[in-house]
């Protein structure tokens, strides 16, 4: 597996709240539904994006941005807009004043706003559950980047705006499938910039000795693994590589390892009915038991109260 997949393999998006929306000048709408991810691909027009710190962004149509939650922020025609809608967590709708606004801006199948033809035509995906996104995809993450389209081009539009107003049978899934895709096409282009700043990890991925070393771990997670072992598949000595290790990538090789076998079983805790004996086994662990310490120990909670949360 190279860098890239592995780090992008973790979208899983599940009844994703999706939709198109639609509105003329003057318009704003609040965000504080602490959403680990949320996808904008500006469809017409123009939008502002002002984070609770830092600058306003624009964007044009072609232009996308994906904002890391929890962090509130605001979209709007103009930064000096006064918000006319709230979204809290559960895609709850309300005026600033805390009057609902449930229903009141529906415009058809999966579209709001205040006018079908407006100005502004933006399809906006949020993930609604951490689990849906890996962690370590979340690490990489900037609180807020924005692709624009002079650097990327998303085939992915057309279809997308003939699938959102779709009301069929499974439609959910489709949407769900289709947004994991513009999630993946915008990181692969967004990591791709000559100016991107992914993990060190994936950096360190072009190093011969640690690039070697990370793929021996990511490709066979459950090899129980040692420094030693690792240093001779490297060709260098225990302590060349556990300096090295650590100078690129941050962390020392084991606890990486540890990581990274966590992660995995986090996943497929998710998105398997496998016991946790089979997963402790498949990522390197001894025992469920094993695996349970460990797993509760860097996520504070046991790895059956994760599946129940994720699930």
Do not use: N
């Amino acid at each position: 597996m190279d860098a890239l997949a592995g780090l992008l393999e973790g979208p899983r998006a599940r009844g994703a709240f999706m939709i198109r929306a639609c509105f003329d000048p003057p318009w704003a709408v609040r965000i504080e539904d602490r959403a680990p991810l949320t996808v904008m691909l500006m469809v017409r027009g123009d939008t502002w994006i002002t984070p609770e710190t830092g600058e306003p962004v624009l964007l044009r149509a072609g232009d996308l941005a994906i904002a890391r939650g929890p962090d509130p922020y605001t979209c709007g025609d103009d930064p000096d807009t006064a918000p006319q809608a709230l979204i809290l967590p559960g895609a709850q709708c309300f005026h600033p004043d805390g009057r609902s606004l449930k229903g009141s801006m529906d415009l058809g199948v999966r579209t709001w706003g205040d006018s079908l033809g407006g100005s502004t035509v933006m399809l906006i995906g949020t993930y609604l559950m951490q689990g849906e996104i890996s962690g370590r995809l979340l690490d990489a993450l900037p609180p807020l980047l924005t692709l624009t389209a002079d650097v990327w081009e998303c085939p992915l539009t057309p279809l997308l705006m003939e699938e959102v107003v779709r009301d069929e049978p499974g439609q959910e899934v489709v949407l769900d499938r289709l947004l994991d895709l513009l999630v993946i096409a915008a990181l692969r282009a967004w990591f791709s910039r000559p100016e991107a700043e992914p993990p060190a990890w994936y950096r360190a991925m072009a190093d011969p000795v640690v690039g070697r070393v990370l793929r021996l771990v990511q490709d066979d997670p459950a090899h129980p693994w040692t420094v030693a072992s690792l240093a001779a598949k490297a060709g260098v000595s225990r302590a060349a590589l556990a300096r090295r290790f650590s100078d690129l990538v941050g962390e020392p090789v084991m606890t990486y390892l540890t990581g990274w076998r966590l992660a995995l079983a986090a996943d497929r805790l998710r998105d398997s009915d496998a016991t946790l004996d089979a997963i402790a086994r498949q990522v390197g662990y001894g025992s469920a038991f094993a695996l349970s310490s460990a797993f509760k120990r860097v996520y504070g909670v046991s790895p059956q109260e994760h599946r129940v949360r994720v699930g």
